[in-house]
């Protein structure tokens, strides 16, 4: 099992980018994938997007063309280039493993992203 850590979150402006990072050593090596969430005040945990074990990768509609997921396996760290914020992706932002397998169930802290007018 893996623990993974987001950060690279913070306050930005609407239209602006931020690149978040999720860090879980062994993840690469054990086949796990990764997958970004994020929760709104307020509201369920929703999935972003997902990088499968083969580097396919998946987005919600509302993110697609605006996000992007990549990983460095060197680092074992997945990241999520967000750009063209808008207020709707104010939320904290989660990553966990794909595989059921590589994931003790517990959310980690996750990194708040905030998007200003």
């Known amino acids: 099992q893996v623990q993974p850590v987001e950060s690279g979150g913070g306050l930005v402006q609407s239209g602006g980018s931020l690149r978040l990072s999720c860090t879980a050593p062994?993840?690469?090596?054990?086949?796990?994938?990764m997958a970004w969430y994020r929760q709104a005040a307020g509201k369920q945990r929703e999935w972003v997007s997902t990088?499968?074990?083969?580097?396919?990768?998946f987005y919600s509609d509302s993110v697609k063309g605006r996000f992007t997921i990549s990983q460095d396996r060197t680092k074992d760290t997945v990241y999520l280039q967000m750009n063209s914020l808008t207020l709707e992706d104010t939320a904290m932002y989660f990553c966990?493993?794909?595989?059921?397998?590589?994931?003790?169930?517990?959310w980690g802290p996750g990194t708040q992203v905030t998007v200003s007018s």
């Open positions: 966990r493993p794909v595989a059921a397998r590589c994931w003790s169930g517990s």
């Open positions: 062994g993840f690469t090596s054990a086949g796990c994938g």
């Open positions: 990088l499968a074990t083969v580097g396919t990768t």
